[in-house]
């Protein structure tokens, strides 16, 4: 099959981060010592090798891609100081922004001016919009800013802007999917009328791996002198819990009072226990990856991206300022300023939500989507 050539593609993945790769005369040393390198997966060699010749569909439609957890041994081996673990992170970046339709990823992962600008507007509009339609000023009531629009049609454009996020994720799930099985012989697997594995895929790439973490935790860890409550599978792996958690809890919580399914003002023990739970698992994982890229111990957080800063950043506040207005609901009389604090959380959340198919937690879907064909195989008989 003919391959489309990108000459500018080394050129354009260093705009995401890498490092120099162009150092790198494929000794094949980064493939050695790789834990993940199996057989027919002989990463990062190949991701590298596919960029500077340009192979841009190749790498766009990599599994191995996906499957490397930037544990950072490679880096550290490098002869060359090419930093592949680096530029593998850099390449995701890439993917991500090409699967996304609307331009917006690209932007956020290579304009530090936009991306800043973007995110503090976001925020500031999100929280606008609570104040001027539920803050109680003493002095005449709320401000009325957007009073000439129906809440109504304030309440649906929200949506609406959700379900365009929604589906811009999805079409980049499904151009992911439509280039993995175009690029490594997949198409043909599933046209060979062998019976497949689905189910045992779909477990291994579900929990065993994303929720479990067993080859991060297994085959990639390198710092077993460490207690296990901060070795980095760990610390991956609670961010990534915390974040689902409450992610489940606050939709359930939306759809218990859209239906109105629980008393006002009583609050659901399962879904707060579920939210308080998941927020000190989000917290803890994201103040030690904070803390590490701060004081980096391994070559995994010597070379910190924006993106990295920008995912990591919105967790922490929006997981600490839930933990604020958790401690006022136990004050007496709440203090004036909580409600800001409330008006902070909700911002930061409803961007974080916004955004995340657009930044680095991007990789929480594709992810997932490169183990499930990774593990799909043809039953034995």
């Known amino acids: 099959m003919s391959q489309r050539v990108n000459l500018d593609l080394l050129m354009e993945i260093k705009k995401y981060g890498a490092a120099d790769i162009s150092a790198c005369f494929n000794c094949g040393n980064c493939t050695a010592v790789c834990p993940l390198t199996e057989d027919d997966e002989t990463f990062p060699r190949r991701i590298i090798r596919y960029t500077q010749l340009g192979m841009e569909d190749r790498l766009l439609g990599s599994k191995e891609l996906w499957m490397c957890y930037n544990c950072g041994e490679c880096s550290e081996t490098c002869p ?3 930093e592949p673990g680096e530029f593998m992170a ?4 890439y993917a991500i922004a090409k699967y996304d339709r609307s331009g917006l990823a690209q932007v956020l992962f290579t304009s530090p001016v936009w991306s800043i600008t973007i995110l503090v507007v976001l925020a500031c509009l999100f929280a606008l919009f609570m104040y001027t339609q539920h803050a109680d000023i003493s002095t005449g009531g709320p401000l009325r800013i957007f009073d ?3 809440m109504g049609l304030i309440h649906n454009i929200g949506i609406a802007v959700l379900a365009v996020v929604g589906v811009i994720g999805a079409l980049g799930v499904v151009d992911m999917v439509r280039r993995i099985t175009r690029a490594n012989g997949t198409k043909e697997l599933l046209a060979s009328g062998k019976r497949l594995n689905w189910w045992a895929a779909l477990w291994d790439a579900l929990f065993v791996e994303t929720l479990a973490q067993k080859r991060y935790r297994e085959d990639c860890e390198t710092t077993e002198d460490k207690p296990w409550y901060i070795q980095k599978w760990f610390l991956h792996a609670t961010t990534m819990w915390g ?3 409450l992610l489940v809890a606050t939709a359930s919580n939306f759809f218990l009072d859209t239906f ?3 008393t006002p003002g009583v609050p659901n023990l399962f879904i707060h226990t579920l939210g308080t739970v998941a927020g000190v698992f989000l917290v803890y994982g994201v103040s030690l990856l904070i803390y590490k890229r701060l004081k980096p111990d391994s070559s995994t957080y010597t070379r910190s991206h924006l993106a990295d800063w920008i995912l990591l950043v919105l967790l922490w506040l929006a997981g600490v300022s839930g933990f604020a207005l958790e401690i006022l609901n136990f004050l007496p009389q709440a ?5 800001y604090v409330f008006l902070f959380h909700v911002a930061i959340s409803m961007e974080v939500t916004l955004l995340v198919p657009l ?6 879907f594709y992810r997932p989507v490169a183990l499930f064909f990774h593990a799909l195989k043809p039953v034995s008989e």
Do not use: C, D
Not at 90 to 93: E, F, Q, S, V
Not at 335 to 339: A, E, Q, R, V
């Open 243 to 245: 974040f689902l958690g």
């Open 359 to 364: 930044i680095k937690f991007g990789h929480a």
């Open 148 to 150: 000439y629009v129906p």
């Open 90 to 93: 850099a390449a995701r970046r």
């Open 80 to 82: 060359r100081q090419a």
């Open 335 to 339: 203090p004036l300023w909580g409600y």
């Open 260 to 262: 109105k399914l629980k």
